[in-house]
């Protein structure tokens, strides 16, 4: 054989937020070949919908699945869910509630933007104010864990204001499902958004909605894409013990399957949640004595991916800096805010307070050499 059979090794930790580190059985589980219309399979997918479910802790709400990364399920979503005629309040900080106004832009639909500016969570008296004065708001949408910051909105306060005034609420929950406790009933959302290559930690290929079962039901015929329609994947389903309407990405979807195993067996959500903020609280004191400010107050700092200011060391670049880590066997990312120089460290996937301490002593060395570090 010219190409003999062959396991790579994983040449460096991913420290971003999706893609990340995923554990060698859950690459594993993709080493073999699905049928897609053949029933082992689709009991597999009918699997991962009904854990789904149990992990929104409500059986009021039903999962369905979409090909492409979070953003297509995002679009999906948006494009499905608003009826002709509807208007999309969306609350912004970052570059992932401007990316749902961009979808809506696209889509044509009515839509408004409280942009709260990449420092401040959404201003909760204009939300009601705004709600109360503008009828012509259907629904309301914002983004859980703002991945460009990592600030992490009260999605707890926000949602029962929005069901109050009888709107529904939609939460782009991609980068903190799976690793932080939700509790979507109580909080007031009708439709929540995530994807395989994030806190589930299983590698990318498609996303997933949870919407409440007696919403979805009135999606039908309003999408605006064909491939995008979430009703129609959803009754399709539904009705075909869990086929998708088009190819799936099978071997994705099996390594999702294992993803989720493994979640349960590392002892759920709230277990998965103490590590990842056992990693970040590690990340943020250990930056802080190599002198690197974070970005965001405590307050607002969630425990998947933190954003540090470059330091005021001259001499420093971020590429000179990445790539010394890259070296080291970490890779990170550079920063996606306009208000100051960044860079941003992830905290979860298959990521250790062992790694962080290993990743803390790599800085320390890719930076040690610069002049007035005082190392
Ligand atoms: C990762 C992410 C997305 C989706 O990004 P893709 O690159 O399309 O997978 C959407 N919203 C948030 C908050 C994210 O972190």
Known sequence: MTFPLQIPEN?????????????GTVKAAMLRDWCTWDTEYNDLVQGIRRQLVELTGSDRFTAVLMQGSGTFCVESAIGSMMPPGGKLLI?????????????????????????SGEMAPPDLARLEQTLAADTAITHVAVVHCETTTGLLNPVEHIGP???????LFMVDAMSSFGGIPMDPEAWG??????????????????????????????????????????YDQWQTMETHGGKWRFTSPTHVVRAFSQALAELAEEGGIKARHRRYQKNQQLLRNGMQELGFAPLLPEALQSPIITA???????????????????????????????VAECFRIGSIGEVYPQSIQALLEAVDWATGFLPDSGR
């Not at 990312?333 to 306009?338: E, L, Q, R």
Request: some cysteine.
């Open 189 to 230: 959302i009708d439709v929540l958004i995530s994807s395989a290559n994030k806190c589930i930690q299983g590698v990318p290929g498609f996303g997933f909605i949870l919407a409440r079962r007696d919403v979805i039901r009135q999606w039908e015929g309003q999408a605006r894409s064909l491939s995008l329609d979430a």
């Open 91 to 115: 609350l912004a900080n970052g570059a992932y509630g401007l990316r749902m106004a961009a979808i809506a832009r696209y889509l044509n639909i009515s839509h408004e933007v409280h942009n």
């Open 308 to 338: 540090f200011l470059h330091p005021p060391l001259p001499g420093f670049s971020f590429p000179g800096f990445y790539n010394r880590l890259k070296r080291r066997g970490f890779v990170i990312y550079p920063g996606k805010v306009s």
């Open 11 to 23: 040449p460096y930790l991913l420290l971003t937020p999706g893609p990340l580190s995923t554990t």
């Open 161 to 167: 204001l929005v069901r109050k005034a009888g709107r």
